[in-house]
């Protein structure tokens, strides 16, 4: 028969209270740093979501306070040159224009959320620290 292992004479003389105090003590450090990580990375997506929030409430608030005051400006110079009916339809075709700009810079924004995906792969990995290795077996 082989020497035993350090880990089985480890294991040989050490109390089952101790191994689970051991065990308890790993497992509460473990579930202390996923949930650091966890803080992290929500604090993170909830930065990028409020930034991508910013730009679509600016986009609608500069479009609103574009549409009326220049759209008005512009409205009546156009009305001079190519009458009041098509002068309407060209400001407010402009106006779309720079609307659907600033949705779309505001979407993709939105899109760079992530969530908490480090979390998420970690979580998967702690039922294999409960699974039996070489070194255990």
């Known amino acids: 028969m082989s020497d035993p292992t350090p880990s089985e004479q480890r294991a ?8 689970v105090g051991e065990v308890t003590r790993d497992m ?15 604090k993170q997506s909830a930065s990028t979501s409020a930034k991508g ?9 500069a479009a609103g306070m574009v ?7 512009l409205w009546a110079a156009l009305a001079l040159a190519i009458g009041e009916a098509w002068s309407a339809v060209v400001v407010a075709v402009i106006w779309a224009v ?3 700009i600033l949705f779309a810079v505001g979407r993709a924004q939105l899109k760079k959320v992530q969530g908490a995906p480090q979390t998420a792969a970690t979580l998967q990995e702690i039922p294999d620290a409960f699974t039996r290795n070489e070194e255990n077996r």
């Open 12 to 19: 040989a003389t050490t109390s089952l209270g101790e191994l």
């Open 28 to 42: 509460s450090t473990l579930m202390r740093q996923e949930l650091a990580l966890a803080k992290a990375e929500v």
């Open 53 to 61: 929030a910013g730009l679509l409430g600016g986009a609608g608030y």
């Open 67 to 73: 549409v009326l005051f220049l759209s008005l400006a």
């Open 98 to 100: 720079i609307a659907g």
